[in-house]
């Protein structure tokens, strides 16, 4: 199993955009899927994004539409481009690698705030 690390996460304002990176330790080629879970004190764990091997995107209905998942498998890596945030998408986002999940990543931290 790889090994995942994040990256990309910090403070924006409400509005703004950031882009999570998940890097994998290997090839993530033959992974048939991998996510963006994100979870909040307080809040339920929320799968915010799914990505499969040919790289077709599936989103959580709170983030549809402002949210963008992809992945480059040449790369080794998954990504989430996060526009028009808010307040309420403030929370820790890991990375996940396969369906039933066999990597977690650590997390990276999102704070949308003014």
């Known amino acids: 199993q790889v090994q995942l690390v994040e990256s990309g996460g910090g403070l924006v304002q409400p509005g703004g955009s950031l882009r999570l990176s998940c890097a994998a330790s290997?090839?993530?080629?033959?992974?048939?899927?991998m996510g963006w879970y994100r979870q909040a004190p307080g809040k339920r764990r929320e799968l915010v994004a799914a990505v499969t091997n040919n790289g077709t995107a599936t989103y959580a209905d709170s983030v549809k539409g402002r949210f963008t998942a992809s992945r480059d498998n040449a790369k080794n890596t998954m990504y989430l481009q996060m526009n028009s945030l808010k307040p309420e998408d403030t929370a820790v986002y890991v990375c996940?690698?396969?369906?039933?999940?066999?990597?977690w990543g650590k997390g990276t931290p999102v704070t949308v705030s003014s």
């Open positions: 996940i690698a396969g369906a039933p999940v066999e990597s």
């Open positions: 290997g090839s993530i080629f033959s992974i048939n899927v």
